[in-house]
């Protein structure tokens, strides 16, 4: 066997793929050095007719050579691949400003709930909810508004089609509904707050919205450990801290079904701080919602004994307080789902 021609394959198969210069030449140069009818393969095959003495000798010296021209193999195809590509096309700027993942961010009106809870769990007050459908009794019924109480016009309500159901369903016109779930389950004394979605039946502008939130509150204790007194001084804590100035809050004589007295509940300007300005048409004071003491009425219809309990309860919206708090002029951007005014909070 002509060791000498096995090293010669060697040295001109090395040569030849060092030299390929596409990968056309080299799949050709492959099958040239390594394909089944190459003259290295027709050795490796002859090698089962040698003596013994020689396929010692010859045998390891062809398996060397074919790892060696695999790997001459091996090497061209890497390096055609690596000439064949655009660097300049592949260059990286490490320098260059990066693109962040898109990410969305709470509502205005949730950040808002979410900081309101703060300040009221700070004061001891816990957080309860109900449901947006609620039954006629809860919405209006248990709250002192009779079946054909003429109050009842004060709330633009969206009746729930209620065929074949043994009572009328709404959308909750307002949380004070929530006031007498939460004591039906609860006994004095505690306070909670309420923020809540509600509904009114109304045409819009901008101060007004079908679809708005609320929170109530409602304090509860034994007869003559919760008065007016406390419910001012509740809500002018409250309010200090949410506009980050001293707020002082006003009561007017107002009525509402579900407290006696009721009142009308305006804050100090939070713009002039009571100087009056164009926000609080120069009168100093801004309005805010309903307060009161909450009537025995509504004591009796969650189950409590007439005259046991005193109480004090607010709804308050909470779109105006957003609108104050961020100057925005129009109530109907917030249920808009226009991105643009979303995305300034
Ligand atoms: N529920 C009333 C409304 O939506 C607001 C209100 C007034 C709530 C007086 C109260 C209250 O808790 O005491 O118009």
Not at 168 to 182: A, C, E, F, K
Not at 226 to 255: D, M, N, Q, W
Request: glycine share 10%; proline share 5%.
């Amino acid at each position: 066997m002509d060791t000498e021609r096995i090293r010669a394959i060697e040295e001109e198969g090395k040569k030849a793929f060092a030299e390929a210069d596409s990968e056309e030449s080299l799949r050709e140069l492959e099958v040239r050095f390594l394909g089944r009818k190459s003259e290295l393969t027709g050795i490796l095959k002859g090698l089962k007719d040698l003596d013994a003495e020689e396929k010692r000798t010859v045998g390891p010296l062809v398996q060397g050579v074919r790892v060696a021209l695999s790997e001459a193999f091996s090497a061209a195809a890497e390096r055609i691949a690596r000439e064949g590509r655009d660097w300049e096309a592949e260059r990286i700027d490490v320098t260059a400003p990066g693109v962040s993942d898109p990410m969305g961010h709470l509502h205005p009106i949730t950040s808002l709930i979410h900081e309101i809870e703060d300040i009221f769990t700070g004061m001891g007050f816990g957080i309860a909810d109900g449901p947006d459908v609620e039954s006629d009794f809860y919405n209006f019924e248990a709250l002192n508004f009779p079946a054909d109480h003429p109050a009842r016009d004060m709330q633009d309500t969206f009746w729930v089609d209620s065929d074949g159901l043994d009572t009328r369903y709404v959308l909750r016109t307002h949380t004070s509904p929530v006031q007498v779930r939460y004591m039906e389950t609860h006994t004095p004394p505690f306070r909670i707050i309420v923020p809540g979605r509600t509904f009114r039946c109304e045409s819009t502008d901008a101060t007004h919205e079908h679809t708005f939130h609320q929170f109530e509150s409602l304090v509860v204790g034994e007869t003559g450990s919760v008065t007016v007194g406390h419910l001012k001084r509740v809500a002018e804590t409250f309010f200090s801290e949410f506009f980050g100035r001293s707020i002082t809050v006003r009561l007017r004589p107002s009525y509402f079904p579900f407290v006696e007295p009721g009142f009308e509940f305006d804050i100090s300007c939070v713009f002039c701080g009571g100087k009056g300005c164009p926000a609080c048409k120069n009168v100093g004071w801004l309005e805010i919602g309903g307060a009161g003491m909450v009537q025995q009425k509504v004591f009796e219809a969650a189950g409590y004994p007439r005259g046991k309990y005193q109480g004090f309860a607010w709804g308050f919206g909470l779109e105006r307080l957003a609108m104050m708090k961020f100057r925005i002029p129009d109530t109907r951007m917030f249920m808009s789902g226009d991105l643009r005014f979303i995305r300034q909070f």
